[in-house]
């Protein structure tokens, strides 16, 4: 049974910073391409970031800069180093790949 479990989340102050991880198991993970998305209240599901399974990324216009993707497959696991954190950056952050997410995790940006 494939699995996508996401931590990290939390309450931060703007300006702050806070890594997501999002293990894999049940898969073979280093074939995938990775996904993170987010979904604020009242908003549609958007795509954050992804990173190929040979290591090119990219980001939403509103991340960029900000936050970075990073993979390490030894350990089935996919990273979100968000840096610089907004009030608007607040969601519940979910990791895809392939056909499969995971539960989320809540990042409030809030003072």
């Known amino acids: 049974q494939v699995q996508l479990v996401e931590s990290g989340g939390g309450l931060v102050q703007p300006g702050g910073s806070l890594r997501l991880s999002c293990a894999a198991s049940g898969t073979i993970f280093s074939i995938y391409t990775m996904r993170w998305y987010r979904q604020a209240p009242e908003k549609q599901r958007e795509l954050v970031a992804f990173?190929?399974?040979?290591?090119?990324?990219d980001y939403a216009a509103s991340v960029k800069g900000r936050f970075t993707i990073s993979r390490d497959n030894a350990k089935n696991t996919v990273y979100l180093q968000m840096n610089s954190l907004k009030p608007e950056d607040t969601a519940v952050y979910y990791c895809?790949?392939?056909?499969?997410w995971g539960q989320g995790t809540q990042v409030t940006v809030s003072s």
């Open positions: 895809q790949g392939n056909i499969y």
């Open positions: 990173i190929t399974n040979g290591g090119i990324t």
